[in-house]
């Protein structure tokens, strides 16, 4: 009975040290009030921007702005106001998961941007508007699709929707744990005399189980919820990713303590786990962590590593598979000078004292900590290579919208304006069927890449559509910029644009597009490599992932 009570009172114990968070029941006025002070603050805003307005109107008549260019601008400027006051409301609303949401679709703005300055110039909702006109209809509707839309992308913050499915890989990871740990704290309860270094590591796996659950907002029960409710807050970690790489962090961390509390045997298998993912990853020091694995099982039971961890030892291509001597009698193997063949598990003595069984799992621990970071660094490494590609992709977009808004501005035909268009859709339609061909062509990704391959189609159709339009014109100056570097320099001018998109006199104008639209890849695709073999290091490094070894005839 003392026995039985005290493994209740050990469970117990270490469920309540759990933070359990409280749920939050949603406040059924907090709508009515948000809406009327709302209501409020627009209308406030409102008369503000009237009065401003009318200052401006009175300075402006006695500086002697022309008309036109002040009403257009006094237009755009106050559209923009009363657009950025609805975008506070809705953060005010919505709080910190529409303004992480507003960050991580800002790359797309500037494609929004171009579309409405186009529509407005090649398709005026009122003749005889000014080109400052087009350009404040434009950038009106792009501002309000950005915040109107945002509104129900908001969920691209929130823990269990911005990365679904890795969420559930971190609940269902969070849940292993915490079995694991409840039933080494019952074991550890029933011990008369627990080791030190099995009391320590479960108490840091109970704080480390402790922070994933905050993060992960989980109930008591460890159990998700089937729909999100609409007061969940979000957060921008969540958006940008970064979040889910610290959860697996802390799982890690609460992972490697556990091999600390568990018996030998279960240690024994979370060291072949390791052997396993070892076999076949790039880490360089794959080699020397076996040979730790192996030494530390060696301590516990000889024989499994003799049945178990020799047959599993990571080999080079070039080497031919060699057969442990305790089961051929003695007998030995060639394999090539320049690779270390381990040496025969019966001449091996053991490598640490009978007793030292913390030592042992201290270097069981210490190689799944070495695994765990190598990961969670590639994980990392693929969150900062998205990252890049949508600030590259921001300011490239912004580029591009300024030099629209001057084409714009100078009153480019339409005729041209449009042609080009056409020329950038060509080009980014071509990229974006190349880029297609290259994720087939490096076959089913098992690995999550964090939104990466989202931004690479978004940047894909940026440059690939800017290629094609630059493409078109350089192909049709080349010759007159030929001639300027020559002698007959002085008589040679560069075609005007209203002959270099004209689809009657460049007959090869899509063509062109088209063929300058697969030159991006040639400059972006080191970096695809090098975020393919981040994914690929990721893959190399599961159990499940590894090719089955071949035996000295060839066979598998």
Same mark, same amino acid.
């Given at each position: 009975?003392?026995?039985?009570?005290?493994?209740?009172?050990?469970?117990?114990?270490?469920?309540?040290?759990?933070?359990?968070?409280?749920?939050?029941?949603?406040?059924?006025?907090?709508?009515?009030?948000?809406?009327?002070?709302?209501?409020?603050?627009?209308?406030?805003?409102?008369?503000?921007?009237?009065? !401003?307005?009318?200052?401006?109107?009175?300075?402006?008549?006695?500086?002697?702005?022309?008309?036109?260019?002040?009403?257009?601008?006094?237009?755009?400027?106050?559209?923009?106001?009363?657009?950025?006051?609805?975008?506070?409301?809705?953060?005010?609303?919505?709080?910190?998961?529409?303004?992480?949401?507003?960050?991580?679709?800002?790359?797309?703005?500037?494609?929004? !941007?171009?579309?409405?300055?186009?529509?407005?110039?090649?398709?005026?909702?009122?003749?005889?508007?000014?080109?400052?006109?087009?350009?404040?209809?434009?950038?009106?509707?792009?501002?309000?699709?950005?915040?109107?839309?945002?509104?129900?992308?908001?969920?691209?913050?929130? =823990?269990?929707?911005?990365?679904?499915?890795?969420?559930?890989?971190?609940?269902?990871?969070?849940?292993?744990?915490?079995?694991?740990?409840?039933?080494?704290?019952?074991?550890?309860?029933?011990?008369?005399?627990?080791?030190?270094?099995?009391?320590?590591?479960?108490?840091?796996?109970?704080?480390?189980?402790?922070?994933?659950?905050?993060?992960?907002?989980?109930?008591?029960?460890?159990?998700?919820?089937?729909?999100?409710?609409?007061?969940?807050?979000?957060?921008?970690?969540?958006?940008?990713?970064?979040?889910?790489?610290?959860?697996?962090?802390?799982?890690?961390?609460?992972?490697?303590?556990?091999?600390?509390?568990?018996?030998?045997?279960?240690?024994?298998?979370?060291?072949?786990?390791?052997?396993?993912?070892?076999?076949?990853?790039?880490?360089?020091?794959?080699?020397?962590?076996?040979?730790?694995?192996?030494?530390?099982?060696?301590?516990?039971?000889?024989?499994?590593?003799?049945?178990?961890?020799?047959?599993?030892?990571?080999?080079?291509?070039?080497?031919?598979?060699?057969?442990?001597?305790? =089961?051929?009698?003695?007998?030995?193997?060639?394999?090539?000078?320049?690779?270390?063949?381990?040496?025969?598990?019966?001449?091996?003595?053991?490598?640490?004292?009978?007793?030292?069984?913390?030592?042992?799992?201290?270097?069981?621990?210490?190689?799944?900590?070495?695994?765990?970071?190598?990961?969670?660094?590639?994980?990392?490494?693929?969150?900062?290579?998205?990252?890049?590609?949508?600030?590259?992709?921001?300011?490239?977009?912004?580029?591009?919208?300024?030099?629209?808004?001057?084409?714009?501005?100078?009153?480019?035909?339409?005729?041209?304006?449009?042609?080009?268009?056409?020329?950038?859709?060509?080009?980014?339609?071509?990229?974006?069927?190349?880029?297609?061909?290259?994720?087939?062509?490096?076959?089913?990704?098992?690995?999550?890449?964090?939104?990466?391959?989202?931004?690479?189609?978004?940047?894909?159709?940026?440059?690939?559509?800017?290629?094609? !339009?630059?493409?078109?014109?350089?192909?049709?100056?080349?010759?007159?910029?030929?001639?300027?570097?020559?002698?007959?320099?002085?008589?040679?001018?560069?075609?005007?644009?209203?002959?270099?998109?004209?689809?009657?006199?460049?007959?090869?104008?899509?063509?062109?597009?088209?063929?300058?639209?697969?030159?991006?890849?040639?400059?972006?695709?080191?970096?695809?490599?090098?975020?393919?073999?981040?994914?690929?290091?990721?893959?190399?490094?599961?159990?499940?992932?590894?090719?089955?070894?071949?035996?000295?005839?060839?066979?598998?």
């Amino acid at each position: 009975m003392t026995s039985q009570a005290a493994a209740e009172t050990g469970r117990t114990g270490t469920l309540a040290r759990l933070p359990m968070p409280k749920l939050r029941m949603p406040n059924l006025r907090m709508p009515s009030r948000r809406a009327f002070a709302g209501s409020t603050i627009l209308g406030v805003g409102a008369l503000a921007v009237a009065i !401003v307005a009318g200052v401006f109107d009175g300075a402006a008549g006695g500086l002697g702005v022309p008309v036109e260019m002040w009403h257009a601008l006094r237009q755009g400027l106050g559209g923009v106001v009363i657009l950025v006051a609805l975008g506070g409301l809705f953060a005010w609303g919505f709080g910190e998961a529409y303004l992480a949401a507003l960050w991580v679709t800002a790359p797309r703005v500037p494609g929004f !941007v171009a579309v409405g300055w186009l529509l407005a110039y090649l398709a005026p909702p009122a003749a005889g508007l000014p080109p400052t006109a087009s350009l404040a209809v434009g950038l009106w509707f792009a501002l309000l699709i950005w915040i109107a839309t945002t509104v129900p992308f908001r969920r691209l913050a929130l =823990v269990a929707t911005a990365q679904a499915q890795t969420y559930g890989e971190l609940v269902v990871r969070y849940n292993q744990l915490r079995s694991r740990c409840e039933a080494c704290s019952d074991v550890l309860t029933r011990s008369t005399a627990p080791p030190v270094a099995a009391v320590v590591g479960r108490e840091e796996s109970i704080r480390q189980l402790a922070i994933v659950q905050r993060m992960l907002e989980l109930p008591e029960d460890g159990l998700p919820k089937a729909i999100v409710p609409d007061d969940t807050p979000g957060a921008l970690a969540w958006a940008t990713g970064v979040g889910y790489v610290s959860v697996w962090e802390a799982l890690n961390r609460a992972d490697e303590a556990l091999i600390d509390v568990e018996s030998p045997p279960a240690a024994i298998g979370e060291a072949l786990h390791d052997m396993l993912r070892l076999s076949g990853s790039t880490i360089k020091s794959a080699d020397h962590l076996q040979d730790a694995l192996r030494a530390a099982v060696r301590h516990f039971d000889p024989e499994a590593d003799r049945l178990y961890f020799y047959p599993q030892r990571r080999r080079r291509d070039d080497q031919a598979p060699a057969t442990d001597p305790s =089961v051929t009698g003695g007998g030995s193997t060639t394999t090539p000078s320049s690779e270390r063949t381990p040496a025969p598990t019966g001449t091996l003595p053991r490598t640490t004292p009978p007793d030292s069984d913390a030592v042992a799992k201290s270097v069981i621990r210490e190689v799944r900590h070495a695994i765990s970071q190598y990961r969670d660094g590639r994980r990392a490494a693929i969150l900062r290579a998205r990252g890049r590609l949508l600030r590259t992709i921001l300011v490239t977009g912004i580029a591009a919208d300024v030099l629209l808004g001057l084409v714009i501005l100078e009153q480019v035909a339409q005729p041209v304006l449009a042609t080009a268009a056409a020329f950038f859709l060509v080009g980014g339609v071509v990229g974006l069927f190349n880029r297609l061909r290259l994720e087939a062509d490096s076959g089913v990704s098992t690995t999550q890449d964090y939104g990466l391959f989202d931004a690479r189609l978004l940047h894909t159709l940026l440059i690939s559509g800017l290629a094609g !339009v630059g493409g078109v014109y350089l192909l049709s100056a080349a010759p007159g910029a030929g001639a300027v570097l020559g002698s007959q320099a002085p008589t040679v001018s560069l075609p005007p644009l209203s002959e270099v998109f004209n689809p009657a006199t460049n007959r090869l104008g899509l063509l062109v597009a088209a063929v300058f639209g697969l030159t991006p890849d040639l400059i972006i695709g080191k970096l695809r490599q090098q975020t393919d073999a981040l994914k690929q290091d990721l893959s190399s490094s599961e159990a499940a992932s590894q090719a089955p070894r071949k035996g000295s005839d060839g066979s598998t």
